[in-house]
Nanobody
Framework: QVQLVESGGGLVQPGGSLRLSCAAS????????MGWYRQAPGKQRELVAT???????NYADSVKGRFTISRDNAKNTVYLQMNSLKPEDTAVYYC????????????WGQGTQVTVSS
């Protein structure tokens, strides 16, 4: 069982920055990949960024060069630094823990709202 708790969402003006955090429970955090996804109203959930246990990263084309995913295994936490935010980045952002290989499933956080508006 893994619990994920996100924080750091909020309202920001276009061009601004936010940093999301996702804290995971358990003692095997360093062994599995983590990711951030988002879902805008009326749209399907989409991948934003992932980071493997070894630190390799992958980004959606729409956020490349603006967002950075990172992890601190000592704190069981994954981060999403979001810069140059645009109104189209407005969505609920979800943290994901990929434990399919270990536990046969993945886990999701409760989501945090990010609103980019002037």
């Amino acid at each position: 069982q893994v619990q994920l708790v996100e924080s750091g969402g909020g309202l920001v003006q276009p061009g601004g920055s936010l940093r999301l955090s996702c804290a995971a429970s358990g003692s095997i955090f360093s062994t599995y990949a983590m990711g951030w996804y988002r879902q805008a109203p009326g749209k399907q959930r989409e991948l934003v960024a992932t980071i493997t246990s070894g630190g390799s990263t992958n980004y959606a084309d729409s956020v490349k060069g603006r967002f950075t995913i990172s992890r601190d295994n000592a704190k069981n936490t994954v981060y999403l630094q979001m810069n140059s935010l645009k109104p189209e980045d407005t969505a609920v952002y979800y943290c994901n823990a990929d434990l399919v290989a270990v536990l046969g499933r993945d886990y999701w956080g409760q989501g945090t709202q990010v609103t980019v508006s002037s």
